[in-house]
């Protein structure tokens, strides 16, 4: 298939394809004292198209991505993940699949529609379907519950999106709502 083939197959997923680069990110994550700490970052995307992927009757085509993520006047990164964005045509079915270096890893989906231009996807701790898995420190300390993300290709070319990682700190009540937001133009197709 040719490049031109697999972005056609992409659904809603197309426009994203290429690399993309946003600095008006805003973090609010837990700080070192496990209080609320906010950040202003830049960050680069890059998608990069494939497919398909056959499993059986299912056909799968995707985005392999790669995120870095800066703090506002930083030399070295804060924040990298690397995963699969993934559009099943037949099931109308956006999923993304990513693990962040600090040990989680997240299966987020959702039904969306091939014309959407503003999609959800979720994933929920224990769920079999979409779920979260953590290593033994981040379940037992900074425990993710729920993750909600939105993404919107917006009518001037760029995208954005907003995450909230909903995380149960250990020795707080309250869930902690770990949200980034940023707004993304694509640098390069």
């Given at each position: ?8 197959n992409?659904g ?5 394809a290429?690399?993309?680069?946003g600095?008006?990110g ?12 906010k950040?202003k970052y830049?960050?680069?995307l ?26 506002i006047g ?9 995963g699969y ?10 999923m ?18 091939s014309?959407?231009?503003?999609f959800?996807?979720?994933a929920?701790r ?6 979260i ?5 981040l ?6 519950t ?11 070319g760029?995208f ?9 700190i250990k020795?707080?009540?309250?869930t ?11 640098t390069?197709?």
């Amino acid at each position: 298939m040719t490049p031109a083939e697999i972005i056609a197959n992409l659904g809603p997923l197309a426009p994203l394809a290429g690399i993309w680069e946003g600095d008006k990110g805003d973090d609010t994550a837990p700080a070192d004292d496990r209080s609320v700490e906010k950040n202003k970052y830049r960050e680069r995307l890059v998608f990069e198209p494939f497919g398909p992927v056959n499993n059986h009757e299912q056909e799968l085509f995707g985005l392999r991505y790669s995120t870095v993520a800066w703090r506002i006047g930083e030399p070295d990164a804060f924040h990298e993940e690397t995963g699969y964005w993934l559009w099943d045509k037949k099931e109308e079915m956006v999923m993304r699949c990513f693990i962040v270096p600090r040990g989680i890893t997240v299966l987020a989906g959702g039904k969306v529609r091939s014309s959407d231009r503003t999609f959800k996807l979720s994933a929920e701790r224990g769920s079999t379907q979409f779920g979260i898995t953590a290593s033994p420190f981040l379940d037992a300390e900074f425990r993710t519950t729920k993750y909600l993300l939105t993404v919107t290709i917006n009518d001037d070319g760029s995208f954005s999106y907003d995450e909230d990682t909903q995380i149960q700190i250990k020795g707080q009540s309250a869930t902690f709502h770990h949200i980034d937001k940023n707004v993304l133009r694509r640098t390069k197709t």
